[in-house]
Nanobody, 127 residues
């Protein structure tokens, strides 16, 4: 079983940056895609970004395109989310997730494509 632990969240002012990390442990194996999602109070969990096993395929939500960058280091079993030009509407709990069953080639935006989730890290952006 894979475990995911997010870190790097915090309180920042609008316009600043944060980098989130998601460390995978346990039966990490190889060939799995990773995604970042976020959830604000009263809202559904929404897709932010995803990356294939090789890192060659990435996809972003329109709301973060050009501001956020997803990357991964498979030696460290870690996925990152670099968040620049943060806005108050980026405030949410951010979750990483792994799609461990499809070989890691394709990336998906749906929450239902991911089978293991981290506990989340809070990001708060003040205006």
């Amino acid at each position: 079983q894979v475990q995911l632990v997010e870190s790097g969240g915090g309180l920042v002012q609008a316009g600043n940056s944060l980098r989130l990390s998601c460390a995978a442990s346990g039966r990490t194996g190889s060939g799995y895609s990773m995604g970042w999602f976020r959830q604000s109070p009263g809202k559904e969990r929404e897709f932010v970004a995803a990356i294939s096993w090789s890192g060659g395929s990435t996809v972003y939500a329109d709301s973060v395109k050009g501001r956020f960058t997803i990357s991964r280091d498979n030696v460290k079993n870690t996925v990152y989310l670099q968040m620049n030009s943060l806005r108050p509407e980026d405030t949410a709990v951010y979750y990483c997730a792994t799609d461990s069953s499809r070989g890691g080639i394709l990336v998906f935006k749906s929450v239902y494509a991911y089978d293991v989730w981290g506990q989340g890290t809070q990001v708060t952006v003040s205006s």
